[in-house]
């Protein structure tokens, strides 16, 4: 079983800054790419930024310059440091990770975390 746990959401400032961060646990043989997407009331949801196991990045337009995604391999973690937030980037955050357990080591599996809410406020 896997498990992906996000933290780091809250109220935040407009201009302001926080760093979400992303742990999967479990019965891991190997992570893929990790990412973070994003969900607005009434809206679908939407890449943030991806990374690959080698390092790789790949972001949305709107958070270009302002969204920095790292991972930390060894401890099975994704961050996502974001600056400069706006209203805009008012959503519940998902962390998403591409997996291949013990229970499934020929699949590689998308697994999802819970969300955390980030708001910011004017």
Do not use: H
Request: aromatic share 10%.
């Amino acid at each position: 079983q896997v498990q992906l746990v996000e933290s780091g959401g809250g109220l935040v400032q407009n201009g302001g800054s926080l760093r979400l961060s992303c742990a999967a646990s479990g019965s891991i043989l190997r992570v893929y790419a990790m990412g973070w997407y994003r969900q607005a009331p009434g809206k679908q949801r939407e890449l943030v930024a991806t990374i690959t196991s080698e390092g790789s990045t790949n972001y949305a337009d709107s958070v270009k310059g302002r969204f920095t995604i790292s991972r930390d391999s060894a401890k099975n973690t994704v961050y996502l440091l974001m600056n400069s937030l706006n209203s805009e980037d008012t959503a519940v955050y998902y962390c998403k990770a591409e997996i291949t357990s013990r229970t499934t080591p020929l699949f590689i599996l998308a697994y999802w975390g819970q969300g955390t809410q980030v708001t910011v406020s004017s």
